[in-house]
């Protein structure tokens, strides 16, 4: 379909969309499912809806749940969405799940843990396939944050497998972002070096019951530890380069070796000057240990967002990337329909293989016209 | 045209649900496993679910069939409850509704009136069922 089509069918469908907003908005579940589908599906209009929504959102306050397969993040979920309902708070959950990469199909299993919460309809759990959209799973998750958020939820938790970059996009558009770990996972530990370290505001060592839990819950205190002494400048992504300044630095050399020995939770909340130390939980899923702390701590995330005023600086960054994304997406989709007018990818590659032409020269050709076309108007 | 992805190629999503008493959920994982091989998205209830909490799902995770499995006899009790919890969040009437498991002959006329698309005995092969729901799956979302 064309930029062109979609423009239209928008302005067709118009009213639907307005009065499936107004539903939502109302509070109406079903209408909260249907939008998420579309968005989803990008149905015809789906962007228009979620433009209708935007002014809405902004008051619910998302986490993020990361950890790989089994390490009982759904229980965890569960867990932490019957805390939120008995404190009074309505919450919904998205989780995703991967979708296979041969057929497309996904049995989404997440939905079976949530036995905590089952008939209560303030709960509103969403199961989404990651449907082997790059990029676009988490344009499709923040979108449905947003339904979730502008419906009136006050907590919203995404989860997700964190297993590779897609994941981790995914669970950056959360405020606070926990990672979840099981004990005597030495291999998940290694995983845990290459890419979610970084994004972890706070670790959670799962099934804490078993053997080898105290023994992970050092390592993962040791890796941190690690990691901040060398990089302390260089983390800008999800903790913000106002996070550590050289103050941090020069106070970190001096009082060092004594203080973050002395016990790594006091050091994390003492040290909300210089930035937010990431911290180490135990919990036990299954029966709810360490559930309160859990919140506790992603509670005092939260102020230390505000207070600092990352949390806003966050949002800002947050919304410049969906811009970049929505224009890589769309110009990509108008360079594709650019493509088929000149008949084809395969076309232009035989050519290139021919040595008739190379693929540069191909490149600027298409993008030629377009850049001709932008900077003219400027 | 553009790919499936960019274009929003629907997917056809499903609840696989076992509701009451019935602790038998091998035909249940069966029918999950070859949905999920013939491309779709498939929600697995889990055991022992109150007809309520189907209902939930199925509203929240807006499917577009909804496959009841019951071998426990219960369907003239349990099929109607889920029916008329679709009817009060207005999700009944773009619901495939359809039952499998032990379901005498003379029970399926009712169920079918109730507005249960169509039911799949024991030896259905597995074709036909996922034929069925490619065909009948309410289009246009």
């Given at each position: 379909m064309t930029s062109a089509d979609r423009e239209i069918e928008t302005d067709t469908d118009d009213s639907e969309h307005a009065e499936l907003v107004a539903e939502l908005l109302d509070g109406r579940h079903r209408a909260l499912a249907r939008v998420i589908t579309k968005i989803e599906n990008r149905a015809p209009g789906y962007r228009e809806i979620v433009s209708r929504l935007h002014e809405h959102t902004g008051s619910a306050s998302v986490v993020g749940i990361t950890g790989s397969p089994g390490a009982g993040k759904s229980t965890l979920v569960d867990k932490l969405a019957k805390a939120y309902r008995d404190r009074g708070e309505t919450v919904g959950v998205i989780a995703v799940d991967p979708s296979s990469?041969?057929?497309?199909?996904?049995?989404?299993?997440?939905?079976?843990?949530m036995a905590s919460n089952v008939?209560?309809?303030?709960?509103?759990f969403r199961s989404m396939s990651a449907r082997g959209s790059l990029g676009g799973l988490s344009t499709a998750t923040s979108d449905a944050v947003k339904a979730l958020d502008a419906f009136g939820k006050d907590r919203v938790i995404v989860e997700t497998v964190g297993a590779g970059q897609n994941e981790v996009d995914v669970v950056k558009t959360a405020e606070t972002v926990c990672v979840l770990v099981q004990p005597g996972s030495g291999d998940d530990v290694q995983m845990l070096k290459a890419g979610i370290l970084e994004i972890g505001d706070v670790f959670v060592v799962n099934k804490?019951?078993?053997?080898g839990a105290q023994q992970t819950v050092a390592e993962l205190e040791e890796m941190l530890h690690m990691r901040d002494e060398p990089t302390g400048g260089l983390?800008?992504?999800?903790?913000?380069?106002?996070?550590?300044?050289p103050g941090g630095a020069s106070s970190n050399g001096t009082g060092d070796a004594g203080a973050t020995e002395a016990g790594a939770s006091e050091t994390a909340t003492g040290d909300d000057e210089d930035g937010w130390e990431p911290e180490v939980l135990e919990t036990v899923a299954t029966d709810g240990t360490g559930v309160e702390t859990l919140i506790e701590t992603v509670g005092r995330h939260r102020d230390y967002l505000v207070e600092s005023g990352d949390l806003d600086a966050h949002a800002r960054t947050r919304y410049a990337e969906e811009i970049r994304q929505h224009l890589r997406a769309d110009t990509a989709a108008l360079l594709e329909e650019e493509l088929v007018a000149r008949g084809g990818v395969d076309t232009l590659a035989e050519r290139v293989f021919a040595r008739e032409t190379d693929p540069y020269t191909v490149a600027d050709e298409i993008v030629g016209p377009l850049a001709d076309c932008l900077r003219r108007e400027e | 045209m553009s790919t499936q992805q960019e274009q929003g190629g629907r997917t056809i999503r499903c609840l696989i649900a076992k509701v009451g008493l019935d602790g038998h959920d091998r035909g249940a994982h069966v029918i999950a496993r070859a949905f999920r091989d013939a491309g779709f998205e498939v929600i697995y209830s889990g055991l022992h679910r109150a007809p309520d909490e189907i209902v939930q799902a199925a509203v929240q995770e807006d499917v577009d069939v909804l496959g009841i499995s019951i071998l426990s006899g219960a369907h003239n009790t349990l099929v109607p409850k889920i029916v008329s919890g679709l009817e009060e969040y207005g999700a009944f009437e773009d619901t495939l509704l359809l039952l499998g498991g032990i379901v005498p002959d003379e029970d399926r006329a009712e169920l079918k009136e109730l507005g249960v698309a169509e039911i799949f005995g024991p030896g259905t092969p597995m074709e036909e069922t996922i034929e069925f729901v490619a065909e009948n799956a309410p289009a246009n979302r």
């Open positions: 990469p041969y057929t497309g199909g996904a049995v989404l299993g997440d939905r079976i843990r008939g209560d309809m303030e709960v509103f804490a019951d078993m053997d983390q800008m992504g999800h903790h913000g380069p106002l996070s550590d300044g | -």
